[in-house]
């Protein structure tokens, strides 16, 4: 139950914005982002920083939009979502509306109620008229999905780590779960190098195809332990035009994944080995290129951040839930010791990563609001203005 009177106050004012939250979803979902290609919606995203008021607004190098709200001091809480999704340019062909409580549209729930989020922490905080301890760095961030490696919390990290005390990364599906560890991955293209021939030579050495398939055969077959998975996620060899031919080059694609890090460090040594024994069996040569490789971590649930969130649920009426890994914007600060947290960015998303994705907006209040009383319980705030609004 929400018992402090500015608490109350912003759990009012999000009600109040419902309507207008909504709309700017609707609005923002249509402002395609493909990851590495951000650059309308961060123009969207910045004009409304400078709009409320932010200092430094900036667009970086890379596509990061940040702003900050200051506080009495200089050290600093980050709160972030990401601006890409996942869908190449020309998915989103409409604007979404909203049917029977439900916003049906590729990306509305990953991540662009994110971002949304964000805009509303931003919005109440003024409109209360507080002024926190800490530095407020609101962002959009780019490069999450796919590829990207998480390219653009990586440089907010570089930027802003030696005066952060926290991270808060908005997304994932419902506002009751807190992911407070990161699950780490590895993606690699392998390719192998034989020789090539026609079919009927069958005593060509060294084959890439059959090293490449005894190596996916092995992977396949590695027994695992707690959070360890390893798939081949692609195979590639030959073409259709020559079906009679032995081909001398076969190329594999490998993710695999852990949440704890020795968990982590043991299945990239076990590929390692896989890798080396097909190498010495068959005597082929191969080359390496990692595509994407994003650190694990984990954390006390102790810790303050932590246990604050948890309240901010509880009072919220959500059922707290602490998910066991996965792989967001907060692996990167968890990586190197900042306090991190990523938290639901809406009441629940289904069909995320497809094009029937779509979201309940029914309790839509509550998911916008936690992230707020987070931020207002972190850093003791006090009211400096009458407020106003953004």
Partial sequence: MIERDI???????????????????CRMTAVEA????????????????LEAGLDD??????????????????????????????FPRGTVTAAPSVIDGEIHCPGVGDNTVGLVTVIT???????????????????????EEGLGNLGGIRRLIDTFRNSLDACITVDGFQYQDIV????????????????????????????????AAAAADRIGRLPLQGTQTIAVTSFRAGNGTAIHAIPESAELIVNYRAAAPEEYAVIGDVFDDILSSVQAQYGIAFTREVLCDVPCGTQNTDL????????VIEDLGGTVRYAGGGCTNANIPISVGIPAVALGSGPKDYGEHSLVEYMDITHL??????????????????????GGEV
């Fill in 7 to 25: 608490e109350k106050r912003a759990a009012a004012y999000v009600e109040d914005l419902l309507p207008d939250c909504i709309s700017l979803l």
């Fill in 121 to 143: 922490a931003l919005k109440v905080l003024n409109h209360l008229g507080i002024q926190t301890r800490h530095d407020l760095i609101f962002a959009g961030t780019v490069r």
């Fill in 365 to 386: 209040d509550k998911a916008l609001l936690a992230p707020i009383l987070l931020l207002l319980r972190m850093s003791s705030v006090q009211e400096t203005t009458e």
């Fill in 304 to 311: 303050p951040l932590i246990h604050m969130l948890h309240g």
């Fill in 57 to 86: 607004v900036s667009v970086d190098d890379i596509g990061n939009v940040t702003g900050i709200r200051r506080g009495q001091t200089r050290r600093a809480i980050l709160l972030e979502a990401h601006m890409d999704t996942v």
């Fill in 34 to 49: 493909p990851t590495g290609d951000e650059g309308a919606r961060a123009e969207l995203l910045r004009s409304i920083f």
């Fill in 180 to 211: 407070y560890k990161g699950s780490g991955i590895h993606t690699e293209r392998i390719c192998f190098n034989g020789r090539g021939g026609h079919s009927a030579e069958r005593d060509i050495y060294p084959q890439a195809l059959l090293a």
